[in-house]
């Protein structure tokens, strides 16, 4: 079965400094992954996709994330954090069993806080 | 193109009391969910639909119904409220069931059962 794991809760940053956000996944097949980013009392927006292009993605607002399949991760990363980027954080990744729909199976979520 | 719209935003039910949450789509995608939210938690999926008349169950339909007469709309319904079911409700919409299709989502609705 697939499964989602975001290793941290809670990540608080500087402006100005990198983000880091983990997210393993497991999968006996080659997944599509997603990172999607929900801010205060809004619904959910895709930053970017991996479906089994090229392993950097670049998503919006200067994000990317690698897909390293030897070690199941997708991280997201973004080289300056800015104030907007202060978010709850979700890696999903896509179950290919689900037959008939896409089952889209969501980690518990990273908060990140971007502090002056 | 208002994209995905959900009504009410906010809503208090009392115990045993029922209620439809409303879900619409502009952009003419077939595919339709209705996802739960939990703090602390990802999105649980409750219902989904393939197209007008198609709906299948989730991983927690419990407790809840949809029916879909139309392509736009996707009303989610609560017959006998419980404590349980407060949460946070997402509607979301895809043009394709295949894996590489985003999803889209509604601001959601903010449910309080007491």
């Known amino acids: 079965a697939q499964s989602v794991t975001q290793l941290d809760s809670h990540v608080s940053v500087s402006e100005g400094t990198p983000v880091l956000l983990r997210c393993n996944y497991s999968?006996?097949?080659?997944?599509?992954l997603f990172w999607y980013v929900q801010h205060p009392n809004k619904g959910l927006q895709l930053l970017l996709k991996y479906t089994s292009a090229a392993t950097l993605v670049k998503g919006i607002n200067g994000f990317e994330a690698e897909f390293k399949k030897s070690e199941t991760s997708f991280h997201l990363t973004k080289p300056s954090a800015h104030m907007s980027d202060a978010a709850e954080y979700f890696c999903?990744?896509?179950?290919?069993?689900?037959?008939?729909?896409?089952?889209?199976?969501f980690g518990a979520g990273t908060r990140l806080a971007v502090h002056p | 193109n208002a994209g995905v719209t959900q009504t009410p935003k906010f809503r208090i039910l009392k115990i045993g009391q029922s209620m439809t949450l409303q879900c619409a789509q502009d952009m003419n995608h077939n595919y339709m969910y209705w996802y739960r939210q939990d703090p602390g938690m990802g999105l649980k999926l409750i219902y989904y639909s393939v197209g007008a008349g198609i709906t299948d169950k989730g991983e927690v339909p419990n407790g809840y119904n949809v029916s879909r007469s139309t392509t736009e709309d996707f009303p989610l319904r609560l017959e006998l409220a419980a404590p349980s079911q407060t949460s946070v409700y997402f509607c979301?919409?895809?043009?394709?069931?295949?894996?590489?299709?985003?999803?889209?989502f509604g601001p959601g609705t903010r449910l309080t059962v007491t």
């Open positions: 979301a919409s895809s043009y394709s069931g295949g894996l590489s299709y985003e999803q889209y």
């Open positions: 999903v990744v896509s179950d290919p069993l689900s037959g008939g729909y896409n089952k889209l199976i």
């Open positions: 999968s006996s097949y080659s997944p599509s």
